[in-house]
C-alpha cells in the first residue's frame, strides 16, 4: 500500500477522513509522512499520533509500505474493537 492510497482503504473501512493526515503534521489526527533526511538518507517514513504539537506512539519505518499497513492496521482494528467485533 502507498500512502496515496491509505486514505481511500481507510474509508472503505469505515475510519473518518479527520482521523489521518497523509504527508504531514496535523492536531488531533494520525500522521503518516516521509522522513527525507533519514540517518541512512533513505527516505524513511514515521507514523504517529500529533496532538498540540507533541508527536506519540511515534514509529518510524524503513519503507512507506509498511508505514502504511501499520497505520490501517492500527485504525481498522481500533474502529472493529470499538464496534465490539469479535
Known amino acids: 500500500m502507498r500512502a496515496g492510497e491509505l486514505a481511500g482503504w481507510?474509508?472503505?473501512a469505515?475510519?473518518?477522513?479527520?482521523?489521518?493526515?497523509v504527508g504531514a503534521e496535523a492536531?488531533?489526527?494520525?500522521?503518516?509522512?516521509?522522513?527525507p533526511d533519514g540517518?541512512?538518507?533513505?527516505?524513511?517514513?514515521?507514523?504517529?499520533?500529533?496532538d498540540g504539537?507533541?508527536?506519540?506512539?511515534?514509529?518510524?519505518f524503513d519503507d512507506e509500505s509498511a508505514a502504511c499497513f501499520s497505520l490501517f492496521g492500527r485504525l481498522v482494528?481500533?474502529?472493529l474493537a470499538g464496534a465490539g467485533q469479535p
Open 39 to 50: 540517518p541512512d538518507g533513505t527516505g524513511e517514513w514515521e507514523v504517529f499520533w500529533c
Open 53 to 60: 504539537g507533541g508527536r506519540f506512539e511515534w514509529t518510524r
Open 27 to 35: 492536531d488531533r489526527a494520525w500522521c503518516v509522512r516521509a522522513v
Open 77 to 79: 482494528w481500533a474502529r
Open 10 to 12: 481507510l474509508a472503505a
Open 14 to 21: 469505515g475510519v473518518p477522513d479527520a482521523a489521518v493526515s
